[in-house]
């Protein structure tokens, strides 16, 4: 087999929730068998919405899903059988113990006996809470919960993992551990993840193929390195010692304009940020210019474009500035 249908497939989505609220407005995915992708985009963008409609658990208004070769609005059933769903929100019995969950977990998938028992434990090992099994779950860090919730996403051995923000809420640390545990499971035969995020980096980092999401329906999607790629150069930064006054940043900005290959120069404050083809080679010029208007440069530095810019140029604002937005809307939301 080396034409393997898609392992998600999916298009024309839109849903309404009652109130109004336009969560997905022609929301389509599509995820190669055996790849990570990531759903990327602010708070509110309708990345849940998405999943829940690919896990089963809401309806579109109208669209088409199919999961792990299956219809997912005709045959839920089916999808089900075959798809790992690690929710925003833990699943697991919180006066239950970590093996408890994981074995009532597979009880729950038809497994029995030591295929039950064997899954469990090899789980446990492999996300690091075998000392930790015997214990109950309100005992667990933020990380050990959140390990546990793949794991018993992960018991009946799905074809398809769902991730709903997987690192949402965990400090740094754990953050880091957990990107490793999703990239590990990356590596096994076969298994498709979905992942959904608002954190450009975690997207940067595990995702082979990202879809920005915006306002219910993808903007823009490829590798990260194509994405960021499409924004041809480098991102010029300049901190000055001294703050022009508003005439002086004009003529800032002119001078560097006026330099072709500089591009996009925007002067705030102390702050100048540019484009050029060729951010190293620009530098020099750029420091000679800013000399000339009789700038002190406190600091320069030279970035390839981030994830960040990406958003910027298809979603037409920067991403804190729509999740600012999103939290205004939804007060309480996320933190
Ligand atoms: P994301 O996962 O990207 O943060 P969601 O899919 O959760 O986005 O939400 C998309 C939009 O739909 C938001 O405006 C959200 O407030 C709204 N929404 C989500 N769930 C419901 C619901 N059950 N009832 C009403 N509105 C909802």
């Known amino acids: 087999m080396t034409t393997a249908a898609p392992a998600v497939e999916a298009g024309g989505l839109t849903k309404t929730y009652a109130g109004g609220v336009k969560a997905l407005d022609g929301m389509g995915v599509t995820v190669a068998a055996g790849t990570v992708f990531g759903l990327l985009g602010p708070n509110g963008a309708g990345k849940s919405t998405t999943v829940k409609i690919l896990t089963t658990l809401a309806r579109p208004d109208a669209g088409t899903a199919r999961v792990a070769g299956h219809d997912a609005l005709r045959h ?10 690690v929710a925003q929100k833990s699943g697991a019995d919180p006066v239950a113990t970590g093996r408890e969950n994981l074995l009532l977990q597979g009880r729950l998938h038809g497994m029995r006996g030591t295929a039950l028992t064997a899954r469990a434990d090899e789980l446990l090992a492999r996300f690091d809470l075998a000392a930790a099994a015997k214990r ?7 990380g050990m919960q959140r390990r546990l919730d793949v794991a018993l996403g992960l018991m009946h051995r799905p074809q398809v993992l769902f991730l709903d923000e997987p690192t949402t809420g965990l400090d740094p640390e754990a953050r880091t551990a957990m990107w490793q545990e999703i990239s590990r499971l990356a590596g096994d035969e076969g298994l498709t993840i ?27 999607e490829g590798s990260p390195d194509e994405l960021k790629g499409e924004l041809r150069g480098d991102a010029v930064h300049v901190e000055l010692r001294d703050a022009p006054d508003e005439v002086d940043a004009r003529l800032l900005a002119t001078a560097l304009g006026e330099f072709a290959a500089v591009r996009e120069v925007a002067v705030d404050g102390r702050r100048i940020a540019a484009r050029a083809d060729d951010g190293p080679a620009a530098v020099p010029h750029v420091l000679a210019v800013l000399e000339q208007q009789g700038a002190t440069v406190a600091s320069v530095t030279v970035a390839r474009p981030s994830l960040d810019d990406v958003y910027l140029r298809y979603a037409g604002r920067r991403f804190a500035d729509a999740e600012e937005a999103a939290g205004a809307k939804s007060a309480g939301g996320a933190a």
């Open 76 to 85: 839920p059933d089916r999808v089900r059988r075959a798809i790992g769903v």
């Open 136 to 142: 109950q779950v309100r005992t667990y860090s933020g």
């Open 194 to 220: 979905l992942l959904t995020t608002h954190y450009l980096e975690e997207a940067d980092r595990l995702a082979e193929r990202i879809a920005i999401v915006d306002r219910g329906r993808v903007v823009t």
